[in-house]
C-alpha cells in the first residue's frame, strides 16, 4: 500500500468536486484507505465495486506517478473513421457548390468515382446527419395552389380582391 499524502478532508473536497465518474472512483479508493475504511486490495474492491486487480494498477499508478497519473484516463484510439478527413473536406467544398447533390445516391457515387470510397446509403446518411449536421436532400416542390399567384409567395386570400 503507497502512502498518501493527502488529509481524508481534502480528498473527499476533491472527490465531491471531480464530475468524470472514473476519476471520482479513484479519488474514493484513495479516501477509504485514508480513513482506514478499508486496508487491503481485497477490502477495497467490494466497496469500490472493482476487481482487486484493478485496485492493485491503481495503486501501482499512484505509487510510480502522484496523483497526475492515477487520475490520468487512458482512452483506447477507436476505430478509423470510414471516411477520411480530406475526403470529408472536400465533400464540403462539393456540396457548397452551387450545382451541389440532390440525393444521398448522387454523394455514394462521387464518393466512389473521386475518392474510391464504396460506403453504404445508411451508413453515408448517418454519418451526413450526425458528423456534418447535414443532408443533401432538395427543398420537395409545392403544390401549385400554395405557392400563390406568382409561383413564389404562399397564397393569402385576404389579400387582393377579397
Known sequence: MPTITEDADELKRLMKQERHPLKRQRLHMR???VSNQATTRTALAPLLGVNRETVGDWLRQYADGGREQLLT???PPG???IIPAPVVAALR???SQPDGVGSYHEVRVWLFEQ???DIAYKTLANF???KLKTSPKVVRPR????RGRRGDLPHDPGAAGA
Open 73 to 75: 484516463i487512458r482512452t
Open 79 to 81: 476505430k478509423a473513421p
Open 31 to 33: 479516501y477509504l484507505v
Open 128 to 130: 451526413l446527419h450526425t
Open 115 to 117: 475518392h474510391g470510397i
Open 93 to 95: 467544398d462539393h456540396r
Open 143 to 146: 403544390h401549385r395552389k400554395k
